[in-house]
């Protein structure tokens, strides 16, 4: 299905993209930020929140670490640039833990009880890390689209434009 490669250059996709957002967001003031903008999890900011949240259950899930004991959309961090500092060194986790997935990891599976359902399901790795990337950009559009309509531009989003 995947392989560790295609989980490298999604998780330098992620550190890009997440850069770049981070720094815009971090010029926007306190109501483009935090106001409600319509978005399933509210603000530009909780948005943010809710796709670090996200890739801290996957994370915990992947490793076997112990999964966030906050809810799928309680604040983490407070403020922004707490959560900022934070999404740096989570990128930098996932970075590191990209480097070392196998083929026999990803074709394995995992069992886990969502937050969302309380259902217990068995996945593969491959499905789930496939889910953690599109959950990142599905998150990240809905925010560059609410960016875009203020008037800003993030510019290509695109893979390929992607540096080397």
């Known amino acids: 299905m995947i392989s560790p490669d295609y989980c490298q250059l999604m998780t330098r996709y ?10 815009l967001a971090a010029d926007l003031d306190e109501e483009a930020l ?23 259950a996957f994370y915990a899930r ?8 906050a ?14 500092k934070a999404r740096q060194d989570w990128d930098q986790k996932l970075l590191d833990w990209s480097a070392q997935l196998s083929q026999d990891w990803l074709n394995d599976s995992v069992t886990y009880t969502s937050k969302v359902d309380g259902k217990q ?8 890390v496939t889910h953690l990337f599109n959950h990142q950009t ?14 800003l531009d993030i510019g290509s989003t695109d893979i390929p434009f992607m540096p080397q």
């Open 62 to 69: 992947f490793t076997r670490s112990p999964e966030p004991q």
């Open 34 to 56: 935090y106001g409600d903008k319509g978005l399933f999890f509210k603000s530009i900011y909780l948005t943010l929140n809710h796709i670090m949240y996200g890739d801290q």
């Open 14 to 23: 992620n550190h890009w993209m997440n850069s770049r957002l981070y720094a």
């Open 121 to 128: 399901r068995t996945l593969a790795h491959s499905l789930l």
């Open 138 to 151: 599905h998150h990240r559009g809905q925010i560059t689209t609410v960016l875009n309509q203020m008037g």
């Open 71 to 84: 809810g799928i959309g309680d604040e983490l961090y407070g403020d922004f640039a707490t959560l900022q």
